[in-house]
C-alpha cells in the first residue's frame, strides 16, 4: 500500500501526486473502454451504444476496485463495456479487434505521450544541463542525459514525477550507489511552467502502456484472454461469469499479498518503454 504509507509520511507531497495520477487514470481507463464500445459498434454490435456506454463521461466506465487498483498498484481495469457477439458482421475477425481495441488504443495513447514529453524535454531544460554530461570529471555522465529524464526508470524521471526539486548527476562507488548534486533542478529549468506539463504526461504516459501490457495477460476477464482464446482456441473456450469473479479475486490477491505479477508486469514496461524511447531519440538525433 505505497500510497496509504506516503499519505502518512508525506501527506502534502502525496496529494500533489494523485492530482496528476487520477486524471491520468481516468482519461486512460475512459479511452480504452470507450474504444472497445466504438470498435463493437463498427462491427454491426450497438449494444453499448444503447446502453450509454459510447461516451467520455468516466462515471459510465470506471469500476471501483479496478480504479483503486490503478492508484495503489499503477495497473487496473475499469467496467466493461457490454457487447453482444452475436450482432458481430464477422464473429471471429471482429471479437479480435474488439479485444486489441482498448489495449491499442493505450499504446498509441503512450506512444504519442512519449513524443510529445521528448519534444517537451527540448524546450524545458537550459542547453547547458546536457553540456554538464559530456564532462566525466563533473558527473556520470549516463544521468544527465535525454534518456535518464524521459526513462520510465530514470532518476532524474522520477525526481520530476516525485516533485522533488532535485537533480541527481553523479556517482560514487558501487556501495554508496547515486548521489545528488548541490544544486536543484529548477536551476535549469528554461520554461518552468512546462514541469507541469510534462510531470502530467509522465503519469499518462506510464499508465497508458501499464494498462495496455496488464489487460494483455492472457487471464480472463482481461483482453489477452479473449485474443487467446479466438486465435489458438478457437473461441471453444467458455468460462461462467462466477468462475471469471473467482479468477479475478485470485489475481487480485495475487497482486496485493506477492510481488509476481507486479515485477513481471514493470519489467515488461521498462522494457517496452525503454525500446520506443531509444528508437525515438534516435530518429531525432538526440542521441542519449
Not at 499503477?74 to 464473429?91: D, I, Q, S
Request: include cysteine; hydrophobic fraction near 50%; proline fraction near 5%.
Amino acid at each position: 500500500m505505497g500510497i496509504l504509507s506516503s499519505l502518512q509520511s508525506d501527506p502534502k507531497g502525496t496529494i500533489i501526486i494523485l492530482l496528476y495520477q487520477i486524471p491520468a487514470i481516468l482519461i486512460a481507463l475512459t479511452l480504452h473502454e470507450l474504444s472497445h464500445g466504438y470498435v463493437a459498434y463498427r462491427c454491426g454490435d450497438p449494444t453499448a451504444q444503447m446502453m450509454g456506454r459510447l461516451t467520455f463521461n468516466p462515471l459510465k466506465h470506471l469500476d471501483p476496485i479496478g480504479t483503486l487498483f490503478m492508484i495503489l498498484f499503477g495497473f487496473g481495469w475499469a467496467r466493461p463495456v457490454p457487447v453482444n457477439p452475436r450482432n458481430y458482421k464477422n464473429f471471429k475477425r471482429d471479437d479480435i479487434l474488439v479485444s486489441l481495441a482498448g489495449v491499442t488504443m493505450n499504446f498509441c495513447l503512450f506512444f504519442l505521450t512519449m513524443l510529445l514529453m521528448t519534444g517537451i524535454n527540448e524546450l524545458l531544460w537550459k542547453p547547458e544541463l546536457w553540456e554538464l554530461g559530456k564532462h566525466s570529471y563533473a558527473s556520470a555522465g549516463e544521468l544527465l542525459t535525454r534518456r535518464d529524464f524521459l526513462s520510465f526508470n530514470g532518476f532524474n524521471f522520477y525526481s520530476i514525477i516525485s516533485g522533488e526539486n532535485v537533480l541527481f548527476t553523479r556517482a560514487k562507488d558501487a556501495t554508496t550507489g547515486y548521489v545528488m548534486q548541490g544544486d536543484a533542478f529548477s536551476n535549469y529549468l528554461r520554461t518552468p511552467w512546462l514541469l507541469y506539463v510534462q510531470r502530467f504526461l509522465m503519469f499518462f504516459c506510464r499508465i497508458n502502456l501499464s494498462l495496455c501490457i496488464f489487460n494483455l495477460l492472457p487471464i480472463p476477464p482481461l483482453d489477452g484472454y479473449h485474443v487467446v482464446n479466438d486465435i489458438f482456441l478457437r473461441g471453444k473456450l467458455h468460462i461462467p461469469a462466477r468462475a471469471m469473479n473467482l479468477i479475478m479475486g485470485g489475481l487480485l490477491a495475487l497482486f496485493y499479498f506477492t510481488n509476481i505479477f507486479s515485477e513481471a508486469i514493470s519489467k515488461a514496461v521498462y522494457f517496452v518503454q525503454s525500446g520506443v524511447l531509444n528508437a525515438i531519440l534516435f530518429v531525432f538525433g538526440l542521441g542519449g
